[in-house]
Every structure is written in structure tokens, then in C-alpha cells.
């Protein structure tokens, strides 16, 4: 049974910091593509940073030179560092895995609350 489980969010006052962290079972994990997407309600879910197997990262605008997306094979971790927060950067915060073995195959976590207020 395939899993991603996020975990490390909660209530951070603007300027600081979270790490989330996102564990992955059941999946040949090396081989996808990972990605940390956002969602404010009402509004779409965003991609805001991602990883591919071979290691390059891309950022959105809104999260480059604060946000580093990381990744650790051996221990099937997706991880998002989360500095200089802001009140916008509220969300739920969800992991995402794709990768093709037969066919293609496109997982989701079950989301974080990230909640930046002073």
C-alpha cells in the first residue's frame, strides 16, 4: 500500500521557520519525481517547489531563496525548508510523488496545516 505522510506543520509567527518533512512507503521512491504543493481554501492547489530523481529543483516566485525542497532516497524523505514565513505562505501543504513503472503513478499525501500569524 502506497503512503505519504507529512508531518511538521502548525502555528509559526511571520519570519519563522518550519521544516516539513513527507515519508513515503509502498513506492520504488528514487525513481519519481517529488513535489511540495499549497492550498489556500477556495483557491487552486499551487505547486510551489520540486525535485526531480536526479536531483535539479525548481521554486515558485513566491517561495525562491526562502523555501529549500530537499530529498533523501535511502530514507524515502521528501523535505521542505521553510524560513522567513509569511502570513500569504498559510496553507495546507501536501507532498506529491510521480513516477512510471508500467504506468504512470501520481501519489498524495494527506496535507499539513502551515499557519503563519502573529
Known amino acids: 500500500q502506497v503512503q505519504l505522510v507529512e508531518s511538521g506543520g502548525g502555528l509559526v509567527q511571520p519570519g519563522g521557520s518550519l521544516r516539513l518533512s513527507c515519508a513515503a512507503s509502498?513506492?520504488?521512491?528514487?525513481?519519481?519525481?517529488t513535489d511540495w504543493y499549497r492550498q489556500i481554501p477556495g483557491k487552486q492547489r499551487e505547486l510551489i517547489a520540486a525535485?526531480?530523481?536526479?536531483?535539479?529543483?525548481t521554486y515558485a516566485d513566491s517561495v525562491i531563496s526562502r523555501f529549500t525542497i530537499s530529498r533523501d532516497n535511502a530514507k524515502r524523505m521528501l523535505n521542505l525548508q521553510m524560513n522567513n514565513l509569511k502570513p500569504e505562505d498559510t496553507a495546507v501543504y501536501y507532498c506529491?510523488?510521480?513516477?512510471?513503472?508500467?504506468?504512470?503513478?501520481?501519489?498524495w499525501g494527506q496535507g499539513t496545516q502551515v499557519t503563519v500569524s502573529s
Open positions: 506529491n510523488w510521480k513516477g512510471y513503472y508500467g504506468t504512470q503513478h501520481d501519489y
Open positions: 525535485v526531480s530523481s536526479s536531483g535539479g529543483t
Open positions: 509502498g513506492i520504488t521512491f528514487a525513481i519519481g519525481s
